[in-house]
């Protein structure tokens, strides 16, 4: 199989879609012939032309509002979000629009939307180019959250989130755009919105996350094998919303003990809420206390490099929070 990183497997994903389906149409912000600000539409413009590939003005409500109409005329539109900071002005169409849509017209109307939004710290973009978003829309019965950590995962996932008949939003891990590469298989394939991912079978400890930090907590997993000999067992949730608690509950069952980690502010972040499945229908296997490792609670990633660094989980902060709970 052919290895990419997970910038061009999103880009392969709408490639491909686009070609499969003249429904399909992506806008956003410079997502013409700029090719996006990370490029991932780079190309599409000059093979698709300016009715698939379509530039907007700068307003996100507009943005996605656009993207509700169009889906509800049977149109598969992918929204793309510059920056997931900048998606707080559409809330309102999300959350009580295109979230609502289907329930509120009694199963009538459908969303088939997908939201693309790179999300997360780690680059040096400091407040507003930084945040993790993911927990607001959590909340929201109606919504499907994606976030993936490999570019298998990346085109797999964002093929099903187009295909799905309802809205998807689909965060994707900046840091990891260029720097994560795995294989990818060059006949057409899907991986299901829902079910999370065993990334790494192990006995000792469950490690539960999703984007940028799954890619190190695999790191953390095999350091942690190699120098204490601490068996890690690596889940990698995918699909934040719905939750897929039987995974969730399975690798539990297995190990005992749980270490959740997202770079999201800790208090409320997705991890309380796996906790709370841990805790509320786990708890018979508990053997050792529920962590979190997160980060902290300030308003976003500095843009300072020594704070930004001190903010973000990393390999390092994850092999420790993984010695620690294993000597329980």
Same mark, same amino acid.
């Given at each position: 199989?052919?290895?990419?990183?997970?910038?061009?497997?999103?880009?392969?994903?709408?490639?491909?879609?686009?070609?499969?389906?003249?429904?399909?149409?992506?806008?956003?912000?410079?997502?013409?012939?700029?090719?996006?600000?990370?490029?991932?539409?780079?190309?599409?413009?000059?093979?698709?032309?300016?009715?698939?590939?379509?530039?907007?003005?700068?307003?996100?409500?507009?943005?996605?509002?656009?993207?509700?109409?169009?889906?509800?005329?049977?149109?598969?539109?992918?929204?793309?979000?510059?920056?997931?900071?900048?998606?707080?002005?559409?809330?309102?169409?999300?959350?009580?629009?295109?979230?609502?849509?289907?329930?509120?017209?009694?199963?009538?109307?459908?969303?088939?939307?997908?939201?693309?939004?790179?999300?997360?710290?780690?680059?040096?973009?400091?407040?507003?180019? @930084?945040?993790? #978003?993911?927990?607001?829309? !959590?909340?929201? =019965?109606?919504? %499907? &959250?994606? *976030?993936?950590?490999?570019?298998?995962?990346?085109?797999?996932?964002?093929?099903?989130?187009?295909?799905?008949?309802?809205?998807?939003?689909?965060?994707?891990?900046?840091?990891?755009?260029?720097?994560?590469?795995?294989?990818?298989?060059?006949?057409?394939?899907?991986?299901?919105?829902?079910?999370?991912?065993?990334?790494?079978?192990?006995?000792?400890?469950?490690?539960?996350?999703?984007?940028?930090?799954?890619?190190?907590?695999?790191?953390?997993?095999?350091?942690?094998?190699?120098?204490?000999?601490? @068996?890690?067992? #690596?889940?990698?949730?995918? !699909?934040?919303? =719905?939750?897929? %608690? &039987?995974? *969730?509950?399975?690798?539990?069952?297995?190990?005992?003990?749980?270490?959740?980690?997202?770079?999201?502010?800790?208090?409320?972040?997705?991890?309380?809420?796996?906790?709370?499945?841990?805790?509320?229908?786990?708890?018979?296997?508990?053997?050792?206390?529920?962590?979190?490792?997160?980060?902290?609670?300030?308003?976003?990633?500095?843009?300072?490099?020594?704070?930004?660094?001190?903010?973000?989980?990393?390999?390092?902060?994850?092999?420790?929070?993984?010695?620690?709970?294993?000597?329980?």
């Amino acid at each position: 199989m052919p290895e990419m990183t997970l910038i061009d497997a999103i880009r392969e994903a709408m490639d491909e879609e686009l070609a499969r389906d003249p429904r399909v149409f992506i806008t956003g912000e410079d997502v013409g012939r700029r090719g996006g600000v990370f490029r991932a539409t780079m190309g599409l413009f000059e093979k698709y032309g300016p009715t698939r590939i379509i530039d907007s003005p700068l307003a996100e409500l507009s943005i996605v509002a656009i993207g509700i109409g169009a889906a509800m005329a049977d149109l598969r539109p992918i929204c793309e979000i510059q920056f997931a900071d900048f998606i707080h002005p559409a809330f309102n169409q999300i959350v009580n629009e295109a979230a609502k849509m289907y329930y509120r017209s009694n199963g009538q109307w459908n969303v088939p939307l997908t939201i693309r939004a790179p999300y997360g710290g780690g680059i040096g973009g400091g407040l507003y180019h @930084s945040q993790s #978003v993911e927990a607001f829309f !959590t909340h929201v =019965p109606g919504l %499907k &959250v994606v *976030i993936p950590s490999t570019p298998y995962d990346a085109k797999g996932l964002l093929k099903s989130a187009i295909h799905d008949p309802n809205p998807v939003l689909f965060f994707e891990p900046k840091k990891g755009y260029r720097s994560i590469k795995g294989e990818v298989p060059a006949e057409d394939y899907s991986v299901p919105l829902g079910p999370a991912n065993v990334r790494r079978s192990g006995a000792d400890l469950s490690v539960y996350s999703y984007g940028m930090m799954a890619h190190y907590c695999m790191e953390a997993a095999d350091q942690v094998a190699r120098e204490d000999g601490i @068996s890690c067992e #690596v889940v990698d949730l995918r !699909t934040l919303l =719905p939750v897929d %608690k &039987v995974t *969730i509950l399975e690798s539990f069952k297995k190990t005992g003990k749980a270490l959740i980690v997202h770079e999201d502010n800790l208090t409320m972040g997705y991890g309380a809420e796996v906790a709370a499945v841990l805790s509320d229908e786990g708890f018979e296997y508990m053997d050792g206390p529920i962590r979190r490792l997160a980060g902290p609670d300030v308003p976003a990633v500095p843009f300072s490099h020594p704070l930004q660094e001190a903010f973000m989980p990393n390999v390092n902060k994850i092999v420790r929070a993984i010695r620690d709970l294993a000597a329980y």
